[in-house]
């Protein structure tokens, strides 16, 4: 590159505007209960308004990802600071409408918070790889991916803080424009590198390498990794509250250890290699999943450690995976990759609400009330997403043989 930017402010930027998605997150999960008590939701109708999160992401990503070449990253950036901001403040006065229209807005400003997301990914992935090369390409992807788990941390921390000292659930929405109004004033005034298009390719070039069969299998592996890993932290507040472990404070210690992992995630990745990485993160999810599903109390948490070494590496990873395996795919493919993973989430966040509401309708025939029925029909559902890791099992182990008897693929950046 012949123009001079400052490398460590942009990184510093893209790290603060993820914290901004994670606390759109955490603060979301940590308060979906008192959502739903004060306007009488089902977990059915939580599930819709928290799929308009995930569908927003999505979107805004392969948009992103088809604009990135032509506008660049500066111009996306300011798209996704209205969108954050937008959205948070919707969210805060949704409850002051009627019902139908509280719903409307709550639907609106999701989708909203959703699309600032999106577009920070679409973003910043590719304004990395455009930055950095080689294995320094794979370290700072997990640094700057470690702070989503990572911001999910400290918001989930925050929450349940200020759910402590009586705060109301929207007055804890608030945090949400804090890290927002951080990354727009680093961002602004930058000199951002502009996009390799003569590394990525033409957008037919781009679009024929993800018409390839090691494309299409991530893509469909990606779809699972995603729910895997946001299936049971969005519903933590609502599953785990009755099993005598404090469920922001699982959240906190998941995603505490995730930032940890990935912060070395550079290291793991060069011992194991990208698909013993995936592997392995399929095994050991599956494990903490099913702990969930089964223990209670203390062992709550020996649950989430698990789940959280099992899950850490599966998104940096398999963005990483498409940038070095598949590096024809551009921009349009990071993107692509990551906006199933939220697209297959968004699917899924009613289904798991229609789990939640059967299970809490067949234990209720068994005759349990009250805490226990909330217990064992949250366990239900979470014995039931154990699927999900179980087939990504199989699915890495052709991966694993599958690259393992292929050519050495030579990565180059974006």
Request: proline share 4%; net charge neutral.
């Amino acid at each position: 590159m012949t123009q001079t930017i400052n490398k460590s402010a942009l990184f510093n930027a893209s790290c603060f505007a993820l914290i901004t998605t994670a606390f759109s997150f955490s603060i979301s999960a940590g308060t979906l209960r008192q959502l739903g008590d004060d306007l009488g939701y089902t977990a059915e109708r939580l599930g819709y308004i928290n799929s308009l999160w995930f569908f927003g992401f999505p979107i805004a990503m392969i948009i992103g990802g088809l604009i990135y070449h032509s506008i660049g990253p500066k111009k996306i950036m300011k798209i996704a600071f209205l969108s954050h901001f937008i959205g948070a403040a919707l969210t805060l006065f949704a409850i002051y409408f009627v019902s139908d229209m509280s719903y409307v807005l709550l639907l609106a400003s999701n989708l909203l918070m959703g699309i600032g997301c999106g577009c920070t990914e679409a973003a910043c992935n590719p304004m990395i790889a455009d930055m950095y090369t080689g294995s320094t390409m794979n370290k700072m992807l997990n640094r700057f991916h470690m702070w989503f788990p990572g911001g999910i941390f400290v918001g989930a921390l925050l929450s349940e803080a200020m759910t402590s000292f009586g705060f109301s659930w929207q007055s804890q929405f608030w945090l949400i424009p804090i890290p927002a109004i951080i990354y727009f004033y680093l961002f602004n005034g930058k000199t951002f590198p502009k996009a390799s298009v003569e590394q990525a390719g033409s957008l037919s070039g781009n679009i024929k390498a993800m018409f390839t069969p090691l494309f299409l299998f991530i893509f469909a592996c990606m779809a699972l990794t995603a729910i895997t890993e946001f299936g049971p932290q969005k519903w933590t507040g609502l599953i785990m509250e009755s099993s005598g472990a404090k469920p922001m404070l699982i959240l906190a210690l998941t995603t505490g250890l995730m930032a940890v992992l990935r912060f070395f995630g550079g290291p793991v990745t060069k011992a194991l290699g990208q698909t013993g990485v995936l592997l392995g993160g399929a095994i050991v999810s599956t494990i903490g999943i099913y702990l969930f599903s089964t223990q209670t109390g203390v062992m709550a948490y020996v649950a989430a450690i698990f789940f959280a070494v099992g899950v850490a590496f599966f998104w940096p990873t398999m963005i990483g995976f498409v940038a070095a395996k598949i590096p024809k795919s551009g921009a349009l493919g990071m993107s692509i990759i990551g906006g199933v993973g939220m697209f297959s989430t968004a699917i899924f966040q009613p289904i798991i609400g229609g789990w939640i509401d059967s299970d809490i309708a067949e234990q209720t025939a068994l005759g349990l009330t009250g805490s226990e029925l909330d217990l064992a029909a949250g366990q239900a559902t979470l014995s039931t997403m154990t699927t999900f890791p179980i087939i990504l099992i199989v699915a890495f182990l052709i991966l694993f043989f599958w690259q393992k008897s292929s050519k050495p693929s030579v990565a180059t950046a974006h």
